[in-house]
DNA sequence: ATTAGCACTCGGAAGACAAGAGTGCCAACA
DNA sequence: TGTTGGCACTCTTGTCTTCCGAGTGCTAAT
């Protein structure tokens, strides 16, 4: 439906803007890609894919710029898919390590890290999850003083110190300790009801309120461990790019993205396999993202849950480096924190790349 | 030394530049402050103050703009101490129950209120310090699993999960938990010598080398806790400052500040009172600091530790206000955390601004 | 000591101009 | 029919002038 020599033409406007930023010319192309032909015959060609929406100029008489719908056919097809040179692969898994050697909420790592490798800001999220209180110890300090300790079945575990006015007894301590383990144990947070707060409460014949502080940290905990988070970091590197030479561009969307990642709404819509997602400009659904680009990869938590790191940029980004640096990333992530059967430690995940090319587009 | 009238006009440059951030004329100051004299007898004024140091004109001919020595004598006597609205106070202090019900290492969550708060980017640092372990307890959870709990002198308890390749006996868990809480309790981090390992080890009857395990999170956690640490936020609100206009001296601060507040050379002289210290432009150590402003404050973070939340901005900066926040809101912190005698709650506590008026001015 | 008045200085905005890059189109050619 | 060289045209970008006005410094008068 599209001429082999005008994929090739596009691939080179995409390949050439993304480096230069500068709209790109016939006679550049002509001279860069290798295909045996003359200034001239590029132009018509440009002029046709421009009349069907791949590229644009931004007036007469200047070079071509890729549209949305260019990039995404670029990230599509054409683009060459890289894989990292072995110092590279070698250099994320050495970070990872060292790095993840316990990972509890470190996603604020794994969001920097996401950020320094490919060199745009970053954002990790926590995707919703259902975890469920695996294990409920308290730990007796002194009179007034004891440590709740909780682990989830996700196997991130929470503590909380707590400091009483009144004086508590030991053996309280542990009877309160078997009561919750017994039936705070393996259920949701709805599940946790005035009414089995209550029930507990007078089973452990606690006249002084302390069942209910423990329940609130156990109600706490899991709705903290089960809301999605955000962290992004990285911002700073928006300005190094030259589409946001306008501070108050750059401002905008930093302030959004700092405001939280309320791309949420993309990754409901993740698909559950280690896939790459490139949203391209108006793809996105966020007015603030309408001329930015986000590369999305997805990556397994264990206890059934994904996370997902994702990368800021502008429309001319460097789809190709990132989406295989963030693929990398994910795997490594999946190996790391997932339950099953992950893949070994060299090798590349497949790089599948997935995207929704809407009629949203243009 | 200098009179009366000087202070007033500088009084008056500083407030409209820090409002319009742009040179300010004889004209306006002759109209806005109120001293009753003419456009030209304010020229006369301002010329002397430019001799003195106090001021500078970008050119010949335009208006004139404080310079650090005329900040820090606008700062030091001149500006006028603000002190917060009740509407202010009561919403940081709402803001601060908030987030703080449970603190832990939510120095993040105080440098994101700081910059929400006064609108610049701010930064928290804790002080280095010298806690040490207070109790040692390991959960059992499984025989290949258990959690290490350890809580600090400083009320702080970090956990961590443990999944072993092989089994280990419960009696095992117990021997070595008694033991760490025996040896590993009260001591610093150097004290944890290769010898006391292997003693305790021989102590528990380990041949698996759990202990060295065990140990090894016991000084991960203090050098971690004990280890300064810096949290940014906020640093996009760079960009509406007009100073910031320019993407690549944005981009330079803002790099700066995201790779770790190398303030820490400002936090180390500073003193152990409640007080707020301004440092202007020059005053600054750091290179990428020198024509920008920061304002500190610390607090009083329990445990004989300090912990410090900075903001910076343009030398241009709202200096009254942003002291009075900072300031209310170290005082906060310091009820909130501080092991001892804090001042009631409604009460603000009392402005030093303290600032090395230090030669390295002009 | 203060003030009014005036000439002077600069920076910034607006316009004029040249250079250059890139296009579109046409006519010639394989 | 597809390709190519050539050429006129367009539009941006940088540079240079010009012009305006804000704000100054100075002087002479009060």
New binding site residues.
Partial sequence: MISERKKKILAAVVDAYIRTAE??????IAESAGL??????I??E??EL?SLGYLE?P??????VPTPLGYRLYVNELMQRQKLSLEESEDINRRLNAKLQELDDTIGDVSRLASQLTDYPALALTAQSAATIRRFDIIYVDANTFILVVMLSNNSVKNKLVHLPISVDQSMIQRLSSLFNASFTGIAEEQITPLLIRSTERAADDTMGLTSVIAAFAIETLSEANTPSAFISGENRLLSQPEFRDPDKAHRLMSYLSGGGHILPAADSFGGTDEVRVLIGPENVAEELKDSSVVIASYDAGDNMRGLIGVVGPTRMDYSAVAAKLSFLAAGLSRRLGGGEAPPEGMHNKLIIKGDISDGSR
């Fill in positions: 709209p790109v010319g016939s006679k550049a045996g032909c003359s200034s001239a015959t132009r018509n440009l002029a421009v100029q007036h007469t008489s200047a070079g071509r």
